[in-house]
């Protein structure tokens, strides 16, 4: 697994941290359980990190250093990109290992994934996880370069399979990077359900120090302009008129930062200042507690190539209000399960989120019903599809085919 600019075990819900490293944490421990050897190469980012730590039975994590302090976007690693391959195949000399398949995520990993391909001979699997053209068609948030718009273009012909998690995903690939459909195959993400539980609503907000009589909306994610966090926040100086309502916001990369502070001046300038929590960043297996306490997790995002909180959500019991982007749509079909908004305005999601809490009010909520809608989204089922996907690579890709031409620069 190649996984350059993100750790799956770094802070969620921070900047370059969110579902991307969920995934690659999840899927490599369920592979391990079944026998596989996984190991994960991600870059270090502190001097502190161990260079081998054991993630959990038979899947390592090594962390890359360079000689280069790099501080910044995640654009800026593109340059020292020869140096971290050069970093992993001294690691893999070292080991004297072969490894069977290279499994790539994001399209810095994939130009990795892609040297990896060559010099090795070995099939390459990569995940995008999003494309950069269509979070440039959303218009949210700076514009992606068009140094990634042609790498992907590049790559995604060069590697030999590509995993979209949702339909849609899929056709997104097709459209912007000019793939033939069969090289794509469509996998979706997964849900710990032993983590994610449905727990007591009431004892839930007083653990977490929350009102036990107010309506409560929760939005759990990095604090990214193409997550819609501002649209979310529109919605609700909507809907202080109807009812006592609540957002708690979960993630971010504390107080002070400037994704932070833009959002406070906007709460200040709708007049929801008493209405907003901020909850900074929470751990995996305390998010249960939140999911729970809530009436709804709202989804605002412009674009999710799958938004696995909403299944860590629908997990606890709890429904979901989600845009028309990533795989809600989809996966949520009744409305005990939650709300699919398709206007693109704060009043539609306005409307959707005062739907939910007025069904809520008029019926308790049942969680039983609302878990079952996750529970077909396992780990195990994840890993078992992605593993038919290695074994049908391992079969299909000849050394001669590995090795067919040479990767972009």
């Known amino acids: 697994m190649v996984s350059i600019h993100s750790s799956p075990i770094g802070p969620l819900g921070t900047e370059d941290t969110g579902g991307m490293s969920v995934y690659i944490r999840e899927l490599s421990r369920e592979l391990g359980h079944n026998g596989h050897q996984v190991d994960i190469f991600t870059r270090r980012t502190d001097p502190d990190q161990p260079a081998v730590m054991l993630l959990a039975d038979n899947v390592r994590l090594i962390h890359l250093d360079i000689a280069t302090a790099i501080k910044g976007p995640k654009l800026a690693l593109y340059p020292h990109l020869p140096e971290y391959f050069k970093a992993l195949e001294i690691f893999r000399r070292h080991e004297a290992i072969h490894y069977d398949v290279i499994h790539s995520h994001y399209w810095l990993s994939t130009?990795?994934?892609?040297?990896?391909?060559?010099?090795?001979?070995?099939?390459?699997?990569?995940?995008?996880?999003?494309?950069?053209?269509?979070?440039?068609?959303?218009?949210?948030?700076?514009?992606?370069?068009?140094?990634r718009l042609d790498h992907e273009k590049k790559l995604a012909r060069f590697c030999h399979r590509i995993v979209a998690a949702t339909e849609k995903e899929k056709q997104n690939l097709i459209k912007h990077l000019a793939i033939a459909a069969p090289k794509i195959t469509v996998v979706p993400c997964g849900v710990n359900l032993d983590v994610f539980k449905p727990l007591p609503?009431?004892?839930?907000?007083?653990?977490?120090?929350?009102?036990?009589?107010?309506?409560?909306?929760?939005?759990?994610?990095?604090?990214?302009?193409?997550?819609?966090?501002?649209?979310?926040?529109?919605?609700?100086?909507?809907?202080?008129?109807?009812?006592?309502?609540?957002?708690?916001?979960?993630?971010?990369?504390?107080?002070?930062?400037?994704?932070?502070?833009?959002?406070?001046?906007?709460?200040?300038?709708?007049?929801?200042?008493?209405?907003?929590?901020?909850?900074?960043?929470v751990e995996q297996t305390?998010?249960?507690?939140?999911?729970?306490?809530?009436?709804?997790?709202?989804?605002?995002?412009?674009?999710?190539?799958?938004?696995?909180?909403?299944?860590?959500?629908?997990?606890?019991?709890?429904?979901?209000?989600?845009?028309?982007?990533?795989?809600?749509?989809?996966?949520?079909?009744?409305?005990?399960?939650?709300?699919?908004?398709?206007?693109?305005?704060?009043?539609?999601?306005?409307?959707?989120?005062?739907?939910?809490?007025?069904?809520?009010?008029?019926?308790?909520?049942?969680?039983?019903?609302?878990?079952?809608?996750?529970?077909?989204?396992?780990?195990?089922?994840?890993?078992?599809?992605?593993?038919?996907?290695?074994?049908?690579?391992?079969?299909?890709?000849?050394?001669?085919?590995?090795?067919?031409?040479?990767?972009?620069?």
């Open 111 to 147: 130009r990795l994934g892609a040297w990896a391909q060559k010099y090795w001979q070995r099939p390459h699997l990569t995940m995008f996880h999003t494309v950069g053209a269509v979070k440039n068609g959303v218009g949210a948030g700076e514009k992606e370069p068009q140094l």
């Open 201 to 281: 609503r009431a004892a839930s907000r007083r653990k977490l120090g929350l009102p036990v009589n107010e309506a409560l909306l929760l939005y759990v994610g990095r604090f990214a302009p193409v997550k819609g966090i501002e649209r979310l926040l529109g919605a609700l100086a909507l809907l202080k008129g109807h009812r006592r309502v609540r957002l708690v916001l979960v993630g971010g990369d504390g107080e002070h930062s400037p994704a932070v502070t833009r959002l406070i001046e906007l709460i200040r300038r709708l007049d929801v200042t008493r209405q907003v929590t901020f909850a900074d960043r």
């Open 286 to 409: 305390e998010l249960s507690l939140f999911y729970s306490a809530a009436d709804a997790l709202v989804m605002p995002s412009y674009y999710e190539s799958f938004g696995l909180v909403g299944l860590e959500a629908l997990a606890c019991g709890t429904p979901v209000v989600a845009t028309g982007s990533g795989a809600m749509t989809n996966i949520i079909q009744t409305e005990h399960a939650g709300r699919i908004v398709t206007e693109p305005g704060p009043e539609a999601l306005a409307e959707g989120i005062e739907m939910l809490l007025t069904q809520v009010t008029q019926r308790p909520r049942t969680p039983d019903p609302v878990r079952a809608v996750a529970a077909q989204f396992s780990w195990a089922q994840v890993a078992q599809a992605i593993t038919e996907e290695y074994r049908l690579l391992v079969r299909q890709v000849t050394s001669c085919d590995a090795n067919r031409s040479v990767p972009p620069n």
